[in-house]
């Protein structure tokens, strides 16, 4: 047994802990009235017990603003908060909790980045490389960005299969690359890309490299260190941490240089009508009160996850992956796509002759919740010649019934449909 931060013993399964003893961490999974299959975890994890505790716990015994109250409350809450940072530093390998920004989420992670060190190093001519699977939330901040400073935006292109064309990209990051952003994992493809080549590659032709880490934080350790990016970006939510915090990381040297992201409280260090300095990193960066509950939330669910260990958590998807994907290539008239050789636990899918809405529509009917539509990534879906895919997206609390659910709706969808 081992105390979590929201003061309730919390449940450590033993090793190998299964799907089905986890379940019961999540309140929303395991409701009698409204039962659901729920393979959405891409678009957001389900929230355990524990973070949810310690959200309420803030705001029923430490609810105070930070940084600037000299009481106990005040003291107590830019304690809960500092540390969550440094939580949040230890568990994706940063070397400084000073490194580690909090955002609303990943799409804001990304914006600051285009906003501070892009307008301040992009120009006329400078190069950014993107991928074809690219999240919108990691091609538009570039795009506005281009518009701004001249920069011009190259796309590294995929295969059929959904998978990096190394060589293309090579030559693109070759041809005087300032910038590389690339995502960690496909949010449609499951594709996992190898970010740490990639970032040989772009540091060996003297570009940075910014990964977008949305789908990664959640499903396999990760270790920035060791992926030896510059840049890596990601959202509480998915990660079973409440929805509006995430955090950016960058290196030290970078965000020492970078400009100021927003302006107001608490990123300033003197202010007067004649002009204003700038507080240190990471303050320099968070404008105004942050989402402190939300901070000492993603504390949590990284206690939780890291109480379950994130290797454990990767093989446990990678077997729910191997069954799904098995079932799945058993119902006529369904082809996956993505179909890279390192995938994590994402399933894109068509049924021949079938509007993917009306899957989910069905899918609903059945108590299963999956997504339906271009899922941010429209060029991906141009490169397939698709308007929208089904997706399935697994979590390490998906169990095989809900697999099972799955397939048994999917039957029950083409029966309707054909
Ligand atoms: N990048 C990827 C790969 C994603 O899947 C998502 C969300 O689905 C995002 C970025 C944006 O995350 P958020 O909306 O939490 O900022």
Redesign the pocket.
Known sequence: MTQAITGKSIRKPSPPWTSADVRTDFPILTSTDRPVAYLDN???SQKPDAVIAATARYYKSMNANIHRGVYRLSVEATEAYESARAKIAAFIGAPHPREVIFT???????NLVAMTWGLQNLKAGSTIVLTQM?????IVPWQMVAARTGARIVVTPVSPQGELDLAAYERLVADGAALVAV?????VLGTINPVAELAQIAHRHGALILL?G??SVAHMPVNIAELGCDFF?F?G??MCGP?GI?ALWARGDLLDAMPPYQGGGDMISTVSFEGSTWNIVPHKFEAGTPDIAGAIGLSAAVDYLSRLEMARIAAVEADLLASAEKALRTIPGLRIIGEARQKASVISFLLDGIHPHDIGTILDQEHVAVRTGH??CQPLMDYYHIPATARASLAFYNTPADIDALVSGLHRVIEVFR
């Not at 609303?104 to 990304?110: D, L, P, V």
């Open positions: 891409a678009a957001t609303r989420g990943c799409t804001e992670a990304i690219e999240h919108h939330s990691n995502t960690h994992i496909s949010n977008d949305a789908q970006a959202s939510h998915k929805t995430g899922h941010c």
